[in-house]
């Protein structure tokens, strides 16, 4: 284990690890551009030089491991001096177009040369002119003006995505980034190149002249795209969102997130369900509880009863949704929906469409309850269902089932054929604007935060529940997730053999918490 | 120390307040004939008709600036909206076809909200919003005609001199 000395202060190490690493984990600020934790080292930038007593010149912490005997000095005029030069030469034909550029405000060279430059341009002659506001694939525009060439993006796309698209042309100041000749950037991660680029060279198109950064509220929430359920940030503006940002998160997705799960957010913008609807017509919510509540007791003791669980729902709703069913008059049955399985690869994307299936599993396992598959379930001709959720495949065939059941019940984000066709619809809440957990398909149970509230009234399942048993049953059931949480995770451990419970929904930490 | 003031007693003269309105309205009356025959030293103006000009740096109703080829010298940086301490000023940015890249779709100032400080012209990077139209902006009846436009703001706009920032030429 070696041993070494930053600015005076001493840090044993694993061997291995760079000086920039040993100075995070002082806390000590080292400027930089091309280094980052998930990729390997290029050490191009020389933003992050400092002195060391092994060499005369000043030397790359990035690059540089730390050995025994090594004494570092972070904070001498010359470290400085070298900073101060590195940015001058990497400004020198920077645009300076911070006004019309989406990076500003989250850009590391605005911050870099506020805190190490900070003096006006020395150059006197015309600037080189590269490729501005180019689309150079699907999601991605390249403005190579901005660009600073720290290979950040090339390395996301050889080492994390596996798709080797882009590349450097051209030398010396006016190297560019750049697609191969008659291809464009387009593998399932390629949102990442803007995420990791530390200007505004690469940027989204999807993000484009939106909102500026400054404006947005961050949310820490999950995706529902699929099983892995990465740990992303819904930007907001004016109860709109503007982007979804992936989150740090070691144990799920490291630093990534793919394009689908960032762009899914637009299902949700249009097509909403606005208001509760009783056979296809609207109707006041209050009203239509009451009408439901009346139709429930005309079923009969006997009656084939039918409750579609969606594996997007969170595991509180599912609680609720379940603790409900076994109240129903009649002979329950539970079912699981959701999306088809689809596209996989090796590197984040999992072929389960569904954010919270294994957390279903848990909560059905935990109450004692079977569930039969979609298709068997519909092939009983049920005489009344009850559909949660807005993502099933074999929507047609739900339609159908629904049309000759006496009742059917649908909670639902989504105004659709679903909604039209039962009996009794409530508008719930997107996956953007839920509170509650998921847990992944590798036993992380994370927590989900809303970042938007509807403008109408659309309500999270539990509490449409709540306010159904209130009519209904004597019994109320809770329709606070927190509360929810408690009561469904009392039986559930964490992989330390905590009980989840205990922790409460907001003790829930940003990287979620694995289950055993 | 308190100084005892003397109040004397007012007699009935006084008490009739008949002698001082005459005074009064002599004063008065000098004035409207002094003025109605010969106008001179008349202070006030026969306002809307004849208006007062306002001091050079008069911050009034906003207007937007624009280039040689009459288009919008706004580049939707968004930095007057955010300098702007009443959360007035609402804009949409879109992408231009020329090197200029971005422009606003839309541009709204709602002068129900304006308090014309004038820091939207201080953070602006390309003299794009000035305060300096001469006008203020006249009342409405609806709250919709107090909701400027970007077309409204573009015609009491002109041809700035200032050398557009960030933009190569």
């Known amino acids: 284990m070696p ?106 060279l605005q911050d870099l040369y506020f805190a190490h430059n900070y003096q006006p341009s020395r150059h006197a002659f015309a600037k080189f002119h590269k490729p501005k506001a180019r689309q150079i694939g699907p999601q991605i525009m390249a403005d190579s003006e901005r660009c600073i060439n720290c290979t950040r993006c090339i390395r996301v796309c050889d080492e994390i995505a596996k798709a080797p698209q882009l590349h450097q042309v051209n030398r010396g100041g006016r190297t560019y980034i750049d697609v191969f000749p008659g291809t464009e950037i387009d ?107 009346t139709a429930l007791d005309s079923v009969a003791s006997g009656a084939r009863v039918l409750v579609v669980l969606s594996p997007s729902m969170t595991n509180e709703a599912a609680w609720a949704a379940i603790k409900v069913g076994q109240k129903l008059k009649g002979m329950v049955r539970y079912a699981i929906g959701g999306r088809e399985a689809g596209f996989k690869d090796d590197i984040l994307i999992c072929a389960d469409k569904a954010p919270n299936r294994a957390g279903l599993a848990l909560v059905l396992k935990t109450l ?9 379930a519909l092939a009983g001709s049920p005489q009344a269902i009850y559909i949660f959720g807005d993502d099933h495949h074999l929507e047609d065939v739900l339609v159908k089932a629904m049309d000759g059941a006496q009742l059917s019940v649908v909670f639902s984000a989504k105004d659709g054929p679903l909604a039209n066709a039962a009996s009794f619809a409530f508008p719930t809440m997107s996956p953007y604007e839920i509170d509650g957990t998921w847990l992944n398909e590798f036993g992380i149970l994370q927590r989900v935060r809303p970042a938007l509230t509807p403008t109408w009234d659309a309500r999270p399942i539990e509490k449409w529940l709540g306010a159904l048993t209130t009519r209904l049953l004597d019994e109320q059931i809770a329709d606070d997730p927190a509360e929810l949480f408690v009561t469904a995770m009392s039986s559930v451990n964490a992989l330390d053999g905590t009980p989840l419970a205990a922790s409460g929904l907001d003790g829930i930490g940003p990287f979620g918490i694995a289950l055993k | ?108 100032i709602d002068y129900i909200r304006c308090i014309f400080c004038g820091m939207c012209e201080e953070a602006c990077p390309c003299d794009a919003i000035r305060l300096d139209s001469g006008d203020h902006k006249l009342p409405g009846y609806t709250r919709e005609e107090e909701v400027l436009q970007k077309e409204d703001l573009l015609a009491k706009g002109g041809l700035s001199i200032a050398k557009q920032g960030g933009i190569l030429q």
């Not at chain 2, 911050?59 to 040689?68: N, V």
């Open chain 1, 3 to 108: 041993t070494l000395k930053i600015d005076g202060i001493e840090i044993t190490v694993e061997p291995g690890t760079r000086i920039i690493e040993a100075c995070d984990r002082l806390g000590i600020d080292i400027p930089r551009f091309c280094y980052h934790p998930g990729l390997s080292v290029a050490a191009n930038c020389r933003m992050c030089l400092v002195e060391s007593n092994r060499s005369p010149k000043p030397v790359p912490s990035c690059y540089e491991m730390a050995v025994d005997g090594l004494e570092i000095q972070t904070k001498t005029q010359k470290v400085i001096d070298a900073r101060r030069a590195v940015l001058e030469y990497i400004l020198l034909n920077h645009p300076i177009d911070c006004p019309i550029c989406d990076k500003a405000g989250e850009c590391d």
């Open chain 1, 187 to 293: 593998h399932p991660y390629s949102m990442c190149v803007s995420d990791v680029c530390p200007v505004g060279a690469l940027t989204t198109k999807d993000f484009r002249f939106k909102c500026r950064v400054w404006f947005t509220n961050g949310t820490q929430s999950v995706c529902g795209e699929c099983s892995r359920g990465c740990s992303i940030r819904i930007d907001t503006y004016r109860n709109e969102i503007q982007r979804i940002m992936p989150r740090e998160n070691p144990t799920v997705n490291q630093f990534w997130a793919c394009d689908a799960g960032r762009l899914a957010y637009h299902n949700y913008e249009t097509d909403r369900l606005q208001s509760a609807k009783a056979n296809g017509q609207p109707v006041a919510s209050d009203a239509a509880i009451t009408q439901l509540a």
């Open chain 1, 368 to 376: 004692g309850v079977e569930a039969v598959p979609l298709s068997a």
């Open chain 2, 1 to 108: 120390m308190a100084k005892l003031v003397d109040r004397p007693k007012a007699d009935l003269v006084i008490r009739s307040y008949i002698p001082e309105v005459l005074r009064g309205l002599r004063v008065t009356s000098r004035h409207f004939w002094v003025n109605f025959l010969t106008r001179k030293n008349v202070v006030t103006i026969e306002y809307p008709e004849e208006k007062y000009p306002y001091p050079p740096r008069f911050r009034g109703q906003h207007r937007l600036m624009k280039r040689e080829d009459d288009s919008v010298r706004c580049v939707a940086c968004f930095l007057c909206a955010t300098a702007c301490p009443a959360d007035c000023i609402t804009i949409k940015a879109g992408e231009r076809s020329d090197k200029n890249e971005k422009y606003p779709v839309s541009f709204e």
